[in-house]
């Protein structure tokens, strides 16, 4: 399969293109700096570009089967604007121009789905978000609307501690106050669970929290 990664160079985004990798797959990292992807592959092709780049996005896009998206907003205070929400919007459309379909992102639990049901952890956490990062939720809220008002083939994975201990090799899924999802998730399965979904539609159009 021919699979385009979106923040590639990031902590989640190199190991999602080294998962791809191993597993066969030719792969288009779109990245801003290349000496910071730091691997050399005859599967891997890299782009370099801004989020911005509405043009060099959609050549990155082309012949793709899939779209993997590792980005994520500026954990500052002090950040400003919608970059990452912007960047979206221009990867959505490029995949519309070029017609493909299946989009696999990440958000985390302080934007809802639909199938959550109330619950404290849902109510606290986008009050924590607001106060810590008000820019950063902007960003998630904003990047992840840009994706689920599409009509692509979405799944976006909520992540709540990102962590870089080794992988477990277990994933708990599901939807808050329905299923039984902690918090803290290493990387690497994180890495596995998104590149897991190319070939898996359960979560076709759903945004399932998931964590070790």
Same mark, same amino acid.
């Given at each position: 399969?021919?699979?385009?990664v979106?923040?590639?160079?990031g902590?989640i985004?190199?190991?999602?293109? *080294?998962e %791809?990798? *191993?597993a066969?797959?030719?792969?288009?990292a779109?990245?801003?700096?290349?000496?910071?992807l730091?691997? &050399?592959?005859?599967?891997?092709?890299?782009v370099?570009?801004?989020? !911005?780049?509405?043009? *060099?996005i959609q050549?990155?896009?082309h012949?793709?089967?899939?779209?993997i998206?590792?980005?994520?907003?500026a954990?500052n205070r002090?950040? #400003?604007?919608?970059?990452?929400?912007?960047?979206?919007r221009n @990867?959505?459309a490029a995949m519309? &121009?070029e017609g493909?379909?299946?989009? @696999?992102g990440?958000? /985390?639990? !302080?934007?809802?789905?639909?199938?959550?049901?109330?619950? %404290?952890?849902?109510?606290?956490?986008?009050?924590?978000?607001?106060?810590?990062?008000p820019n950063?939720l902007r960003?998630?809220?904003?990047?992840?609307? *840009?994706? /689920?008002?599409s009509?692509?083939d979405w799944?976006?994975?909520?992540i709540? !501690?990102?962590n870089?201990? #080794?992988?477990?090799?277990t994933?708990?899924?599901? +939807?808050?106050g329905?299923?039984?999802?902690g $918090?803290a998730? $290493?990387?690497?399965d994180?890495?596995a669970?998104l590149v897991?979904?190319?070939n898996?539609?359960t +979560? $076709?159009? &759903?945004?399932?929290?998931? !964590?070790?």
């Amino acid at each position: 399969m021919r699979v385009t990664v979106f923040g590639a160079t990031g902590q989640i985004g190199r190991l999602v293109v *080294a998962e %791809l990798l *191993a597993a066969g797959h030719d792969v288009t990292a779109y990245v801003r700096d290349p000496c910071k992807l730091q691997v &050399a592959d005859l599967h891997l092709t890299v782009v370099t570009g801004e989020l !911005s780049d509405a043009e *060099a996005i959609q050549q990155a896009v082309h012949g793709a089967d899939a779209v993997i998206s590792a980005l994520g907003p500026a954990l500052n205070r002090k950040a #400003k604007g919608t970059p990452v929400t912007d960047g979206t919007r221009n @990867i959505v459309a490029a995949m519309q &121009a070029e017609g493909v379909r299946r989009y @696999i992102g990440l958000a /985390t639990p !302080s934007v809802p789905d639909k199938r959550d049901k109330p619950t %404290l952890k849902a109510r606290i956490l986008p009050v924590i978000a607001g106060t810590l990062f008000p820019n950063g939720l902007r960003e998630i809220v904003g990047m992840t609307k *840009a994706v /689920t008002n599409s009509d692509l083939d979405w799944t976006i994975a909520r992540i709540t !501690s990102p962590n870089n201990t #080794k992988p477990k090799g277990t994933q708990r899924v599901g +939807f808050l106050g329905r299923d039984k999802v902690g $918090s803290a998730m $290493s990387r690497a399965d994180i890495a596995a669970f998104l590149v897991a979904q190319l070939n898996d539609k359960t +979560f $076709s159009r &759903a945004a399932p929290a998931i !964590s070790n």
